[in-house]
């Protein structure tokens, strides 16, 4: 039968003895600062250097910035990393890239700026489309959107993708090829899979199915 007093004083004894209920150690739970030094050691560990950027290795969202767990919260890698080389974050600012690299986390490519800088600097990289082009990326008119390079957050040009889909035909690891153009490993597989850039012809991949196997098979004039 359950006794509630007898359970607190097992409980406090094992408290005072340093253990937990199955006899193990006790470990506190880590101060704010602890954490924050435990993601810099993990910053340093799962980051690389891929075209003069400091990218991340991690996991990412779709917007391709890296995640990354600090006491309990979820956060960017990219504001991270300015928080431990700059400090504090004022409210409502926003980390921006010099480099446009989503995935990068080198502080000497963040800047702080606002959602109305970081549009006009979006604009002014040519990276935003604006009046007939802008209605044919929101697929406005029943048009389709703007394709490869010419998209507003397009990280690869209509140049690379041949190699890319050359490198995946070579099977090698999709980390290393997406290292390479600095982007995410999905955006690899899309791009040598015809799922996205598909106007580019050249290295087209389809993927035929066979006995339940996926056999790559490089086509021109798709």
């Given at each position: 039968?359950?006794?509630?007093?007898?359970?607190?004083?097992?409980?406090?004894?094992?408290?005072?003895?340093?253990?937990?209920?199955?006899?193990?150690?006790?470990?506190?739970?880590?101060?704010?600062?602890?954490?924050?030094?435990?993601?810099?050691d993990r910053m340093i560990r799962l980051t690389a250097r891929v075209n003069g950027c400091l990218v991340w290795q991690g996991s990412v969202n779709k917007a391709g910035y890296g995640k990354i767990k600090v006491a309990g919260r979820h956060l960017t890698t990219h504001?991270?990393?300015?928080?431990?080389?700059?400090?504090v974050i004022p409210k409502g600012a926003l980390v921006c890239h010099s480099c446009d690299?989503?995935?990068?986390?080198?502080?000497?490519?963040?800047?702080?700026?606002?959602?109305?800088?970081?549009?006009?600097?979006?604009?002014?990289k040519g990276r935003c489309s604006r009046g007939e082009a802008h209605a044919i990326a929101t697929k406005?008119?029943?048009?389709?959107?703007?394709?490869?390079?010419?998209?507003?957050?397009?990280?690869?040009?209509?140049?690379?993708?041949?190699?890319l889909r050359k490198?995946?035909?070579?099977?090698l690891p999709l980390r290393v090829i997406g290292d390479k153009f600095g982007v995410s490993k999905q955006t690899v597989i899309d791009a040598a899979r015809g799922a996205t850039w598909r106007h580019v012809k050249e290295g087209l991949l389809i993927e035929s199915i066979t006995n339940g196997t996926q056999t790559p098979s490089e086509v021109s004039g798709v």
């Open positions: 039968m359950y006794n509630k007093e007898r359970y607190l004083q097992r409980k406090a004894a094992r408290y005072a003895a340093g253990v937990t209920s199955n006899g193990k150690p006790w470990k506190p739970k880590p101060t704010f600062e602890q954490s924050v030094e435990a993601a810099r504001r991270l990393a300015y928080v431990l080389a700059h400090g690299n989503p995935g990068c986390c080198d502080p000497d490519h963040l800047w702080l700026g606002t959602h109305l800088s970081n549009m006009r600097d979006k604009i002014d406005r008119g029943g048009q389709r959107p703007m394709p490869g390079s010419a998209h507003g957050r397009s990280i690869l040009v209509e140049s690379q993708i041949p190699e490198m995946y035909r070579d099977k």
